[in-house]
C-alpha cells in the first residue's frame, strides 16, 4: 500500500461511504412503516387497543434500528473503513509532515500504549487491565525531540448495590517526550495534577507532597515527587508558568510527570485524528493542525527561557 494520497483519491473515498450510509439510512426508515404494516396485517384479528399499537411501534422502531446495523454492515462498513484507514495512516502523516519541525513521523492506527506503559507513567490511573483501550498511535520527531502521542481510555468496574457496572476513568491523549538530553533530566518521578483532574482520574502518586512557592499555582496543581530537592530543580518559576499557560489553552483536565529524560502529559480531549464522512476532506485538514498543535504545546513546557 503506498504512502501517499492526494485529497482527490480521499475525497472520492469520502463520497462513496457518505452515499452507502445515506442508502442504508434510508432504506432502515422505509423499514419503519413497512414493519407495522407487516405486523398490522398479521394481528387484523387482534383487539387493536391503544397500548397494543404502542408496543407494536416500539418492535417495529427496534427492528428498524437493528435493521440499520445489519444493513450498514453489509453494505457500508467497508466503504467507511476503507476511508477512515486513508484517511487516518496517510493523509494525516502527509498533513503533520508538512508542518515545519516535524519529521520521521509513522502513524499505527490500531497500537497504542499497553496497560503496563500507562501504569508506569503515573499520569492517569490505569484501572482494570480487561478494560483498558489504546489506539492511534503516531510517532517521531518535533523540533529534535522525540516523542509518542496515542489515545487511551482507562476503565474499571464498580460494584454496586444491585448490579456492577463499568466506569470511565479516563478518555484523552497521553503524550511522551523523550531523549531531551541537554534539557533537565528529573531524577525520580515528579507528579503534576490540576486539580479538577487529581479528583478522579489520577493513579498512584509519589511519597512527598510539594508546595512550591507560586501561590497561583499551588492554588491550581497538585505536586507529589520522590525527592523534594529534584521537584523544586525542575519546577523553576518559568516551567510553572509555562504549565499553568499550557492548562490554558487545553479545552481538558492535565497531568503531567517528569521522570529521567522523559515528560508524560495527559490531556482529557477528543479522539485524535478522526474521520468524518460528512465533512469535505480539505475542511478536515484544521482538526489534524490542531492536534499537531497540541504536541507542540506540550514541547514548550521543556524550554525554559
Excluded at 295 to 300: A, G, N
Aim: a neutral charge; proline letters at 1%; aromatic letters at 14%.
Amino acid at each position: 500500500m503506498e504512502d501517499f494520497i492526494n485529497v482527490e483519491q480521499l475525497e472520492n473515498l469520502r463520497k462513496k461511504a457518505k452515499r452507502l450510509d445515506k442508502i442504508v439510512t434510508v432504506l432502515s426508515v422505509i423499514s419503519f412503516p413497512l414493519y407495522i404494516w407487516l405486523f398490522y396485517a398479521a394481528m387484523i384479528q387482534e383487539e387493536m387497543s391503544g397500548i397494543f399499537i404502542a408496543k407494536l411501534v416500539v418492535v417495529a422502531a427496534v427492528l428498524s434500528l437493528g435493521t440499520f446495523g445489519l444493513l450498514w454492515l453489509i453494505i457500508a462498513k467497508h466503504a467507511y473503513n476503507k476511508f477512515n484507514e486513508n484517511f487516518k495512516t496517510k493523509y494525516v502523516v502527509q498533513t503533520i509532515n508538512e508542518i515545519k519541525g516535524f519529521d520521521d513521523l509513522r502513524y499505527y492506527q490500531k497500537n497504542g500504549f499497553s496497560w503496563d506503559d500507562v501504569k508506569n507513567m503515573g499520569v492517569v490511573a490505569c484501572g482494570d487491565k480487561r478494560y483498558f483501550e489504546s489506539e492511534d498511535l503516531l510517532f517521531g520527531i518535533y523540533d529534535n525531540i522525540r516523542f509518542k502521542i496515542s489515545d487511551v481510555t482507562t476503565k474499571k468496574m464498580v460494584r454496586g448495590n444491585k448490579r456492577n457496572k463499568i466506569k470511565e476513568i479516563f478518555s484523552g491523549q497521553i503524550i511522551c517526550l523523550f531523549q531531551f538530553d541537554d534539557m533537565k533530566v528529573s531524577n525520580g518521578y515528579l507528579q503534576i495534577f490540576e486539580k479538577e483532574f487529581l479528583s478522579n482520574m489520577s493513579g498512584w502518586k509519589a511519597e512527598n507532597e510539594i508546595h512550591t512557592e507560586n501561590e497561583t499555582f499551588n492554588s491550581r496543581f497538585s505536586v507529589y515527587a520522590s525527592d523534594e530537592h529534584n521537584a523544586y530543580y525542575i519546577l523553576t518559576p518559568q516551567r510553572m508558568e509555562k504549565i499553568m499557560s499550557f492548562a490554558d489553552n487545553i479545552n481538558g483536565r492535565v497531568s503531567l510527570v517528569f521522570i529521567d529524560d522523559k515528560l508524560f502529559v495527559a490531556a482529557r480531549r477528543d479522539s485524535m485524528f478522526d474521520a468524518n464522512i460528512d465533512e469535505p476532506v480539505s475542511n478536515q485538514r484544521a482538526k489534524i493542525t490542531e492536534d499537531a498543535k497540541f504536541i507542540q504545546k506540550v514541547k514548550e513546557i521543556l524550554v525554559e527561557e
